[in-house]
């Protein structure tokens, strides 16, 4: 008698924790989002926008048939930054890359170490194209765009 009443108590005990462990939590699947918790409202975070910068006329393209540009304050030597070595984007203002349909249109970033971010400036900036020489002109750009042909860029000594 004694060890059926142990039983049935264990049962008894036992059956509720299980139940409110299968009922009260999940799997941990889910994102997380409880609604009545404003900390776990999402908040979306835009894409930066990107400047343009095209290029028409491009005849100098890397052994990958692509180029890249950065955009350099117009007092910058660009010689001095070649002559130091290391990454020529890490000096520079602001990077830039084909969008790889045209080859010819670039989208410009502004660079702040991890992360990019919309550059919107206007006004006459130093543009090193980067292809299979490098090659360097003043551009004036409006809102973070330009348009300049390819014959502007004079090769770097």
Known sequence: MKTLLRKVLVILVIIPVLGTTIIGCDSGGGDGYIPSSPESIPIPIPEPIPGKLNISGII????????????????????????????LFKNSEVVGSTDGKSYTTFNL???????????????EWKVLFIGDTYRVALVNFTNGSANVPFSDFIPVK
């Open 109 to 123: 970033y502004k660079y702040y170490g991890h992360y990019y971010d919309t550059w919107k400036e206007s006004g």
């Open 60 to 87: 100098s393209l890397n052994s990958y048939g692509k180029a890249d540009v950065a955009v350099f304050n117009k007092n910058t030597d660009i010689n001095e930054i070649i002559t130091q070595g290391g990454s």
